[in-house]
């Protein structure tokens, strides 16, 4: 049995499947159905999930979302999306393509209860799904290995593993981004140096330290 919500649009959107709310009684324990777990390896624009699959986060989903509809060349439309659930289907009202996840309790993570993977409308060649912040995490992981990245080398980035141009100042937006962002995961790391020593003196009585620290500019 399914429920009906309208969002206020005029577009009647099937809401969650009752069937994985039920609550699995004690009797029903040893044959408990086994939802499937989101596999994290996986291509751009080929994250798999089905109806009942299980995310560790809110944020994963949305992402994995965001990398179909943009390798798609698809438009997508929020329609839900808070701390506890995410509603996300096409922006052509007359496209059959939707999936909610919401955060299940009982298994103490978030998992997709309604999904329809059917598109009834002709293929874009653009997505509104590519932002300045879905760029700064893939050009942050380019990073590991290019650590000085410049903006251009971030769009021959982009165009040749994601068939995408971005507009300059998006990408450059994008750079800074994820620059800060590891930035401030090195200061953190580098922050806890001390903490480490202290963690050897204690779990190595009588070992001896050195911390060297060598100025920057």
């Known amino acids: 049995m399914s429920d009906i919500d309208t969002d206020g649009d005029d577009i009647i959107w099937e809401y969650e499947s009752e069937e994985l709310h039920t609550p699995v009684s004690s009797e ?48 997508l439309v929020w329609i839900k999306n808070d701390r506890e659930r995410v509603r996300v289907g096409c922006k052509d009202k007359e496209c059959g393509w939707i999936a909610h996840l919401s955060y299940n309790r009982q298994l103490q993570c978030f998992q997709v209860k ?3 993977n059917e598109h009834t409308y002709a293929r874009d060649l653009e997505s509104n799904a590519t932002d300045q912040h879905w760029i700064s995490k893939k050009v942050e992981k380019r990073m590991a290995t290019h650590p000085h ?13 994601f068939d995408l141009t971005a507009h300059p100042k998006m990408v450059y937006r994008a750079v800074k ?35 060297d620290l060598i100025p920057q500019p």
């Open 114 to 116: 309604t999904y329809r």
């Open 28 to 75: 029903d324990e040893g044959n408990k159905h086994q939802w499937p777990e989101f596999n994290d390896q996986y291509s751009f624009g080929e994250g798999i999930f089905e109806l009942g699959t299980r995310f560790a986060t809110i944020e994963r989903f949305k992402e994995v979302v965001k990398d179909t509809f943009i390798a798609e060349g698809r438009e």
């Open 149 to 161: 990245m410049t903006t251009h080398e971030a769009i021959d980035f982009l165009r040749e593993d």
């Open 177 to 211: 981004e994820a620059r800060e962002r590891m930035m401030g995961n090195e200061r953190e790391q580098y922050g806890k140096l001390r903490d480490y020593l202290l963690e050897i003196h204690r779990s190595n009585p009588g070992s001896s330290t050195l911390l």
